[in-house]
Structures are given as structure tokens and as C-alpha cells.
T-cell receptor, first 112, second 112 residues
Framework: DGGITQSPKYLFRKEGQNVTLSCEQN?????MYWYRQDPGQGLRLIYY???????QKGDIAEGYSVSREKKESFPLTVTSAQKNPTAFYLC???????????FGPGTRLTVT | GDSVTQMEGPVTLSEEACLTI???????????LFWYVQYPGEGLQLLLK?????DKGSNKGFEATYRKETTSFHLEKGSVQVSDSAVYFC???????????FGTGTSLTVIP
């Protein structure tokens, strides 16, 4: 089955620690995205990548970093510089940046 | 700038009632329009889409028509079921911006 996997579903960390969220897709899509979802605020774009070894900042990139070393993988690191990291994080992919996006199941990160 | 505005929720309906969730947009050029659905604790799933004016997207009994004259893409269903309870997002894709714009989401609860 083709799709997008995000792991783990729930993640807990202490304040001051960096944490990396996994996103893998086997859809052979070139473009991948990370969104953050907070209650009542919809989705906000953190980073996106059009192709391997390329990525661009979205609307709320501060305190986050990404890499795109393989087409299938687009991990997101939430650094200690992110002031309010507790949120639901969604990864998505599309054939190209001008196409509809397919979403993973999400990771809920709680930082205390 | 480009944006999507959708009606605020939450919306509560009885089973078999009619549903309309309003969505209007502002965009340069010729955008594509989408409705996504998010079930509790899950990622977003594409529900339907329309890529040009007067197109009607439909899926699972839901419909939406791309109306350029009113810049709208309202989601409708003639008879909702309990299983339709979810959050619905209207989204806009503009080719010039390399980005999706999501509405803030409308929560729907259908009671038996």
C-alpha cells in the first residue's frame, strides 16, 4: 500500500531537548511538507521541499529544521529554540508543488 | 494576498439533515480548490476538488461547485450521517505561490 507514515503517533519530551519527527512516503512524490496544527488555527506551513537536497521555509520556520537527503524521507527537528512546541504535526507530500497534497496520520508532540 | 475563509463552527446537526459549509477565497490567477476532511486524531484526507470555474467536485455524497463569480466553493451534503462527524478544511492552491492555503477548519458533529 502506498502512503505516508509518521512515527511515533504520540511523543513526549522535556523542555530544552531537541526532538526529531519522522516522515516517510512511498508514493514517489517529489514534494514534501510539514505543517503544524493548533486548536482553532487550522494548518500552518513550517517547511517544504520540492526535490531532494532542497527545502524552503514556510510561514513559521523559526525553531525548526529539516533535511531532505532521500526522496522518501523528510524528517523535522523541533529544536529547543521553538518557544511553544506542543502541537499536532502533519507531514504531507505531492507529486509536485502544484499538485494536491496527501497527508500522513500526524504526530502529537507534548513538551513539558 | 491569497487566502481562504470558511464558516466558523462548531456545527451540530441531526442525522439526515442537510449540510452546507461556506468557503470563500481570494486569489490571483486561476486557483484550484479543495475540501479535506480530518477525523479525530488523524491526518487530513482529500474529500473532493475542482480545478477550474464551474467544475463540481463530488465524493461520498458531498459536493462543491467552483464559482468564480462569487469566489466560493461551498461544501454541501443532502443527508448527513453520524460517520460524517469530523473537521472539514477548505483549501486553495495557487500555481504562482507554490503553496496551499488552508481555512481554519469547521467542526461538524452529527447526532443520531
Amino acid at each position: 500500500d502506498g502512503g505516508i507514515t509518521q512515527s511515533p503517533k504520540y511523543l513526549f519530551r522535556k523542555e530544552g531537548q531537541n526532538v526529531t519527527l519522522s516522515c516517510e512516503q512511498n508514493l514517489n512524490h517529489d514534494a514534501m511538507y510539514w505543517y503544524r496544527q493548533d486548536p482553532g488555527q487550522g494548518l500552518r506551513l513550517i517547511y517544504y521541499s520540492q526535490i531532494v537536497n532542497d527545502f524552503q521555509k514556510g510561514d513559521i520556520a523559526e525553531g525548526y529544521s529539516v533535511s531532505r537527503e532521500k526522496k522518501e524521507s523528510f524528517p523535522l527537528t523541533v529544536t529547543s529554540a521553538q518557544k511553544n512546541p506542543t502541537a499536532f504535526y502533519l507531514c504531507a507530500s505531492s507529486i509536485a508543488v502544484y499538485d494536491e497534497q496527501y497527508f500522513g496520520p500526524g504526530t502529537r508532540l507534548t513538551v513539558t | 494576498g491569497d487566502s481562504v475563509t470558511q464558516m466558523e463552527g462548531p456545527v451540530t446537526l441531526s442525522e439526515e439533515a442537510c449540510l452546507t459549509i461556506n468557503c470563500t477565497y481570494t486569489a490571483t490567477g486561476y486557483p484550484s480548490l479543495f475540501w479535506y476532511v480530518q477525523y479525530p486524531g488523524e491526518g487530513l484526507q482529500l474529500l473532493l476538488k475542482a480545478t477550474k470555474a464551474d467544475d463540481k467536485g463530488s465524493n461520498k455524497g458531498f459536493e462543491a461547485t467552483y464559482r468564480k463569480e462569487t469566489t466560493s466553493f461551498h461544501l454541501e451534503k443532502g443527508s448527513v450521517q453520524v460517520s460524517d462527524s469530523a473537521v472539514y478544511f477548505c483549501a486553495l492552491l495557487v500555481n504562482t505561490g507554490n503553496q496551499f492555503y488552508f481555512g481554519t477548519g469547521t467542526s461538524l458533529t452529527v447526532i443520531p
